[in-house]
RNA sequence: GCCGGUGUGGUGGAAUUGGCAGACGCGCCGGACUCAAAAUCCGGUGGGGGCAACUCCGUGUGGGUUCGACUCCCACCACCGGCACCA
């Protein structure tokens, strides 16, 4: 796109011609490195931050919404005398990329180096103020070592490890899947079922963080509350026991996990997962255990068969069967569960179609005093008694009668999952959960038979992709040392370009001879790389860190260890402003790696991020943009038609930034009228409006007509109003309404006096001003044409004036109980018991009153009087 | 199921955090300019009643607190988002 040359002398059309302004304006601000920013300790900083783009090909209206968001309150921050550091970059690694090969046949790099050519134009177009000078590219060799070397660190420290686990696996291509990739348990290119396939691949462990994750998120106050639900409710913590159930005949222990110690009475029976290492000593029939694996982890029915053995309850020394179930996860808790089916749903579920004995041990508070006896339910009548899925069960193993007391009829439907009284339960019946809960905590661990214990949802973060375009995992296995880090001198392990791209077989890089094959640094034997790549949230987790030094080939070790480095200036980040969408995993791992990174002592800081903004959606026809509901708008075609400062402000004007946005084009054409609307007005008074001029101090004391004054104190109301707006809560869409009250004042005003002409280039400056962090090119353009010198944006954001904001009158507003009657006007220095005599003595007020007791009146300064009167 | 959010005119959204409900924008209606249209400008615009001054109703529903509730409390309904066989 062509930058027009500045030519300060020359005015542009008459008519507002957003193209030309924009182009003219832009290529100003380049040329005078207006953006760059400036490492200086002394001023105070604030590091103004935007989730960066994937380069897909297009800025979309997302991206849009998102910079336009960051832009303001960096343009603002700059106005207000902070030292601002406004990066861009690209989350250039992604799976995208290698789609588009395939597709196209064009190497992942081209494709993505274009696409960044392209985007960072449309940025440029929009007028947004980055300092390209720390432009983040991730796949770029001097980014992605650094992400080796954030890898090497942390295998180091343990933190890195590997271990089997299963990925998506599409049997007719033959490769390995990424989620995305799988659409409804089908491949998305063959629609193949998918089946998960076990291989060895790098985590790391974020759950080492999991109780210092947890805690932080009470620390950041400047973040949604929902975002911290969302991260709490990710991390899942909670507090229970783990209990050993004795084996009968074997001399081993089930070991099982529980949050519900006070139910621990109410056990029926022991449930361990299909894949639990257990299963194959007590499972006879391994072709029922096998069908059970595959119904694992499936929401549905529930499904299991009886081991043919029998576990100890250590609590009251019940033998109760053991089963194979098919909802018991392996990956939580201990992969078995005790069963309380009275109160459980999931057990009771179970226990209802196995014919399984349920037992009641809780009772809720307010019933606990009817009579609780014979609350053990017997097996359902006509049951086949210890059973199970007649297609699933062990055919030698007869499961003996119910070691329960048949009782009374009473029917239960669903288990009462509440909290209640104990009943049945031995010494702590009668207590109530809470206090059971810890008695029996007491009791297990004086007795050795189990132990308190924590319990996370979240699982450690597998970073192994079997893919090309990502960072290569800087690993090497050596027949003789096994698994050796590539030593920190040879970072970064380049990823190599000679790779074909078959939508077969594991990871690409296997096949690269060049890559693959390799010496191992320890002893120089043969030795082979590891062809994983890291995934692209690695990337993500640390660049806002990249953005506090110069781009190019830096070294970062040493740079983050020099004792006042840009790093210690620069983070954390004061505001950081993105889509929800990363509410979880994105944010989540940039607090779990700068912890790391503190924790290597190379910053001195526990939270990444002071304050997050979460912009909502951009809604077109009550859903999400999207190419695939066909409801997407090009950014390009608005910019061409009405211009950047057109589509910004109309973004920022439509909804508060945390809402969702819906979009309407006759909306864009509202904001579009406006800035026309400014530009005539200053058009067609800039002869006069050059001549004037002012001094901000002198103003006050002018000899004013009343409607000069009347602008004068809307300018001032308003720039205290545009201030409070942005600063508080970021409401920009009241911001601009404020300037648009004030724009249809200005409209309307009509000078004559040489005062009447001082006052409105005081208003019409100040409304350039505050328009310009949302439309900044009009007003620089406007700025000019009023005999002003550029860049506006070296003016100082300006103060506002509370004595002349100040209304001369105020407006009450008289109630009669509560209902508005009339209204007074009266100045300021009238005090509250006049205010009330002059309420009572008005005509209407009196009408109403008429005979009448008042009961009370009530004088809210400023604001009403409430009569309140009786019959 | 659990967690979180939202509910205000025809419409996007305001309401200084308990004090004039509907700012500002869009749309619509009427008018000016025009041969005409577009653009622009001016006026009107929550609903009902009245010629009118006015008046009654009105912030998802039902209750409550208060002189006064869109705002606070309780119960419920609807929609959206996140997590979900997490024991």
Known sequence: MDIIDFAPEVFLEEKYNPQQVELKWQGYWTKKGLHKTVFDPLRKKFYCLEMFPYPSGEIHMGHVRNYAIGDVVARYKRMRGYNVLHPMGWDAFGLPAENAAMKHGVHPAEW??????????????????YDWEREVTTCSPEFYKWNQWFFIKMLERGLAYRKISFVNWCPSCVTVLANEQVIDERCWRCESIVVQKELEQWFLKITDYADELLKGCDELKGWPERVIAMQKNWIGRSEGVEVNFSIVGLDEN?????TRQDTLFGATFVCIAPVHPLAEKLVSDKKALEELKNRYGKMGEKTGFFTGFFAINPMNGEKIPIYVANFVLIEYGT????????????????????????????????QSSVNTLSLTLPPRGGGQGWGGDSELRTPNTNPPSPPFTKGGQGGITEAYEGEGILVDSGQFSGLRSDVARERISQFIE?????????????????????????????????????????????????????????????????????????DCPLCGGIARRETDTMDTFVDSSWYFIRYCFKKGDIDLDSELRTPNSELKYWMPVDQYIGGVEHAVLHLLYSRFFLK????????DLNEPFQNLL???????????MSKSKGNVVDPNHLIEKYGADTLRLFSLFAAPPEKDLDWSDQGVEGAYRFLKRLWGIAYKNRDKLQVTSYEYNDIKSLPLTDYASRLLRKTHQTIRRVTIDIEREYHFNTAVAALMELVNEIASYEPEKEEDWTILRFAIENTLILLSPFAPHIVEELWEVLGNKPSMF?????????????????????????????R?????????????EMALQQGKIKDIVGNKTIKKVIVVKGKLVNIVVGD
């Open 112 to 129: 993505t180096y274009k696409n960044i050519r392209y985007m960072k134009n449309q940025l440029n177009r929009m007028g947004l103020s």
């Open 254 to 258: 089930i070991r099982i996990f529980t």
């Open 335 to 366: 992969g078995a569960i005790m069963s309380v089916p009275a109160h459980d749903q999931r057990d009771f579920d179970f226990a209802h179609k196995y014919d399984l004995p349920i037992r009641v041990v809780i009772v809720p508070e307010q």
């Open 446 to 518: 004086e007795r050795g038979i189990g132990k308190r214990v924590v319990n996370f949802k979240f699982r450690d973060w597998g970073i192994s992709r079997q893919r090309y375009w990502g960072t290569p995992i800087p690993v090497i296995y050596c027949e003789k040392c096994g698994v050796v880090p590539v030593p920190e001198k040879d970072l970064p392990v380049i990823l190599p370009e000679d790779v074909k791209f078959t939508g077969k077989g594991g990871s690409p890089l296997v096949e690269s001879e060049k890559f693959l094959n390799t």
């Open 596 to 603: 790391v990174m503190r924790d290597l002592g190379l910053i």
């Open 614 to 624: 979460t912009q909502g959606m951009v809604i077109k026809d009550g859903a999400k």
């Open 794 to 822: 070296e003016h100082r954001w300006p103060d506002w004036d509370e004595e002349i904001a100040k209304e001369e009158k105020i407006e009450l507003v008289i109630q009669v109980n509560g209902k508005l009657r009339s």
């Open 824 to 836: 007074l006007l009266i100045s300021h220095s009238i005090s509250d018991v006049e205010i009330k």
